[in-house]
Structure formats: C-alpha cells, structure tokens
C-alpha cells in the first residue's frame, strides 16, 4: 500500500492552465479506471472533483479534467482562478478493496 | 442534503482506545458503502478503513490493520470506527466520507465528506 506520487506544489497565473500529475505502479493506477481528485482548501473538508478518471460531478466546472496514461494519472484546471488555490490529492483503487492516496500537491495562483 | 457529523474524536495517552461515530442523513445509508479517511499536515490524507453497504465486508490501511474495527448501523445511519492500541501517529482529522458508488457496485471514490472528528495522541 504504497501512496501515489504527486508534486508537493504546482503554481500557474491566472487564467493560465496548470496540470497536476498522479504517478502510481501497474497494480493501482494502471491497472484500474478509479482514479479521483480532491480539492481541499485550508480547514475544510476535501471536495471531490473529479471520479473514474475523466468523470466531473455535478457543480464542478469544466475547467477542471482529468485523463490517465499507463501509471499516471493527471489533472487539469483551465483558466487559473483565485479560489482554485488549495491543496490537490488524488487516489487510485490499489485491488482488494484498498484505496490509497496521493502525497498532494500545493496549488499556488501567483 | 446529504450530512455527515463526526463525533467521538479526543486526547487519548498512547495504548488507549476511542471509539468514534458519524452520523448520516440526506441518503439511503443503508444502500452505499462508507470509508474512514484522516489528514494529518504531515502527510495529507490516508485512507485508513471500508465497510460495505450491507456491513459483511470490511478492509483496512496497513497501518492501521488489527488495531482499527469499522462497523455500521443501518437502523440508526451511525457509521463507527473503533481505535484501539493508539500511537502518537495516529494523530489525526478522521473524516468519514460517503462511497460513490452503490451498494456491491463500489466505485472507490468519496462524493461526500464530514467535517472530521479530530484525534491526538499523547501522553
């Protein structure tokens, strides 16, 4: 049960597009289609943005994708706003119904 | 809406036991499986627990297997986990968080989150 690797920060200016990448191993991010994103900003609970990869729920703005290639899975936010400045993890489905997560990645909106 | 209230969380000296709960409501608790997730600033969250919609199946983080127990009370929508043998990293914000998926479908992804019950370990 490995955690999934992720940059400890990432920074784009505003209305720029910054990516945020996910690398795990063939037995977790690889070998599954069950990848989400997590948004959590300072004292607040974490905000599912994205789910299966590519999936955005429902009031989540379509500034923010996902995609996956081999062990590395990546998310996208599109035209940088203010309040996309928060902390981002990832997690994968690791098999045996064991999840695990991504060390997160630092969002700073210069 | 959907909620989730944690409760239960505390000061404990190392070797001691908790046992926290969440309260759900705004959904068919009966129908979705639910998961523990802590936050520590040191290394982010970790997924530490699942329990199935129906309560027969339940898995653990290695860190935490045979110290930790979840279980669950469909008739009351109470989700626990009980914390046994604590060490001080175990420190920790313990969120309960809503399985997206539905009932033997589960899709590992958390769609909804409580505010967290937060733990400290110490002597």
């Known amino acids: 049960q490995s955690a999934l690797t992720q940059p400890p920060s990432a920074s784009g200016s505003p209305g720029q597009s910054v990516t945020i990448s996910c690398t795990g191993t063939?037995?977790?991010?690889?070998?599954?289609?069950?990848v989400s994103w997590y948004q959590q900003h300072p004292g607040k609970a974490p905000k599912l943005m994205i789910y299966?990869?590519?999936k955005r729920p429902s009031g989540v703005p379509d500034r923010f994708s996902g995609s996956k290639s081999g062990n590395t899975a990546s998310l996208t936010v599109s035209g940088l706003q203010a309040e996309d400045e928060a902390d981002y993890y990832c997690?994968?489905?690791?098999?045996?119904?064991?999840?695990?997560f991504g060390g997160g990645t630092k969002l700073t909106v210069l | 809406q959907v909620q989730l209230v944690e409760s239960g969380g505390g000061v404990v000296q190392p070797g001691r036991s908790l046992r926290l709960s969440c309260a759900a409501s705004?959904?068919?608790?009966?129908?979705?499986?639910m998961h523990w997730v802590r936050h520590t600033p040191g290394k982010g969250l970790e997924w530490v627990a699942v329990?199935?919609?129906?309560?027969?199946?339940?898995d653990y983080a290695d860190s935490v297997k045979g110290r930790f127990a979840i279980s669950r009370e469909n008739s009351k929508n109470t989700l626990y986990l009980q914390v046994n043998s604590l060490r001080a990293e175990d420190t920790a914000l313990y969120y309960c968080?809503?399985?997206?998926?539905?009932?033997?479908?589960?899709?590992?992804?958390?769609?909804?989150w409580g505010r967290g019950t937060l733990v400290t370990v110490s002597s």
């Open positions: 968080a809503k399985e997206g998926g539905w009932q033997w479908l589960p899709k590992y992804y958390f769609d909804y």
């Open positions: 705004g959904f068919t608790f009966s129908s979705y499986g």
């Open positions: 329990i199935s919609y129906d309560g027969s199946t339940k």
């Open positions: 063939s037995s977790d991010v690889g070998a599954y289609n069950f």
């Open positions: 299966e990869v590519t």
């Open positions: 997690s994968s489905y690791a098999g045996s119904n064991i999840v695990v």
